[in-house]
């Protein structure tokens, strides 16, 4: 088993303050980005938009959550070790492999199966816990 990622908020005081953290970086991002894209001045002004910075605040913040990769049979583990989580599961029952993240302010822990590609089954799982868990806290 393998963790990916840097942010484990315990509270929903501590996710909210870690998301705020991120704003100067996602107005970088999207400066940068915006740079590389050729955009002047006036097409920085009317294009990036206080939606488009806080979009990407809510992609730097889904992407440094700290996920657990491993087998189904890891997972299983880890659950037993657990048993006071709500456990919310996405995917099919007949994969070998799993991703999970703890929500420790919800007492729930939310996983993902898959078969043959890890990246893309983090990346989904962190669209899955933002949009369900964080988003309403940050």
């Known amino acids: 088993m393998e963790e ?3 942010l484990a908020p315990e509270t929903e005081t501590v996710a909210s303050e870690q998301y705020r953290e991120l704003g100067s970086a996602a107005q970088t991002v999207s400066r940068e980005t915006a740079k590389a894209m050729g955009f002047d001045r006036e097409e920085y ?3 990036v938009t206080s939606d488009v910075v806080e979009t990407a605040r809510d992609a730097l913040f889904a992407s440094l959550l700290v996920v657990s990769v491993g087998t189904y049979e890891e997972f299983e583990t880890f659950r037993e ?8 599961e996405n995917g099919s029952d007949n994969v070998d492999h799993a991703v999970w ?9 939310v996983v993902a199966t898959y078969q043959n590609e890890p990246d893309a089954a983090v990346a989904t799982l962190r669209r899955i816990v933002h949009g369900r868990f964080y988003s309403d806290v940050v």
């Open 81 to 88: 070790t657990h048993p006071d989580l709500d456990v919310r």
């Open 4 to 6: 990916r990622g840097f």
């Open 101 to 109: 993240h703890v929500v420790p302010f919800a007492d729930t822990v």
């Open 45 to 47: 002004r009317e294009r």
